[in-house]
């Protein structure tokens, strides 16, 4: 679909034997066109499976009509049927690549603040609360995938490892998130599509250390998710994101950057010769190791 309505292309998430179609941007509006894509498993008109749950504090509802969701992109329904796409590839995602189904249902709350425009993008307690942006710092904040899959990826590391919000392992669940998200659209940027003040809001190609650490909580996670897009680049994609996995779960809430060397070492160890080797090579480099 155009953005007067034109069917392009189409995109199928889930199976056709209940199909719900809906338009959206796939990548965001910044890196893709409007689609038809269709939505699965949803257990009413509404947006809501067993899964997910997208509610709205707009005047405005997103009902299907004739099994669709199609609105207008500067609708307040659009961006609730957006932030269900983003949030629902990215637990299938999930799904596919280790075998995980988050064991509750996850709600997605827009336009938090309405009818005022927030920066408002948080989850806690198995509810994302996102704002519709101030236009000034953030714009449109349903609308960047990296923002809403981040988020989201907050559920499955609490549902996982109960990773604290504060603190080192605050940091440790932000470069979770960070990385899970970059390595589902092969892009070390995050915020491109909402952040007004520069081309994005953070990245995690970054050269960062252990010493480096400030007790910022986003800076020092950028150390975590670095380190595993540094591996991601010379491991290649699934190795990296396996690793990741896995030491995510081995973590808990008392997990703190020297637990997580500990695994992460250990993890490495078990790694056949030639990827070990790689890994030695890269956490020397980046000064986990000596």
């Known amino acids: 679909v155009s953005r007067d309505f034109r069917v392009r292309s189409k995109e199928i998430q889930g199976s056709h034997m209940d199909q719900v179609s809906a338009s959206v941007f796939p990548e965001g509006p910044l890196k893709s066109e409007l689609q038809q894509v269709f939505l699965k498993n949803l257990t009413g008109r509404t947006l809501q499976s067993s899964l997910l749950k997208v509610s709205t504090r707009a005047d405005l509802t997103a009902e299907a009509e004739d099994n669709q969701f199609v ?6 329904r659009f961006e609730q049927v957006q932030v269900y796409f983003y949030i629902n590839r990215s637990m299938n995602w999930f799904q596919k ?4 189904i988050l064991p509750f249902q996850l709600e ?14 948080f989850y806690f307690d ?9 236009n000034e710092v953030f714009s449109k904040i349903p609308l960047d995938p990296t923002i809403v899959t981040h988020e989201s990826i907050h ?19 932000e470069g979770f998130a960070d990385y899970f998200t970059t390595t589902q659209f092969d892009n070390p940027r995050l915020g491109e599509t909402a952040y007004k003040k520069a081309p ?13 650490r400030t007790g910022g909580l986003y800076h020092d996670s950028g150390i975590i998710s670095g380190l595993f897009w540094a591996l ?12 990741a996995w896995n030491t995510l779960l ?12 500990t695994e992460v070492m250990d993890l490495v160890s078990k790694m056949d010769a030639d990827s070990q080797k790689k890994a030695d090579l890269v956490l020397k480099s980046r000064g986990w190791t000596e």
């Open 200 to 212: 994005f809001k953070r990245t995690v190609e970054n050269n960062w250390s252990p010493a480096d």
């Open 97 to 100: 690549t280790f075998g995980f």
């Open 108 to 121: 997605a709350e827009t336009s938090l603040g309405y009818p005022d425009k927030t920066n408002t993008a």
């Open 126 to 134: 198995h509810k994302i609360r996102l704002g519709e942006g101030d």
């Open 155 to 173: 559920a499955v590391i609490e549902a996982v490892a109960r990773l604290p919000y504060e603190g080192e392992g605050g940091s440790l669940n």
């Open 232 to 243: 991601q680049k010379d491991l290649g994609a699934a190795p990296a994101q396996q690793l």
């Open 250 to 261: 081995r973590m808990n809430p008392k997990s703190n950057f020297e637990s997580f060397k």
């Open 71 to 76: 609105y207008p992109v500067e609708d307040s």
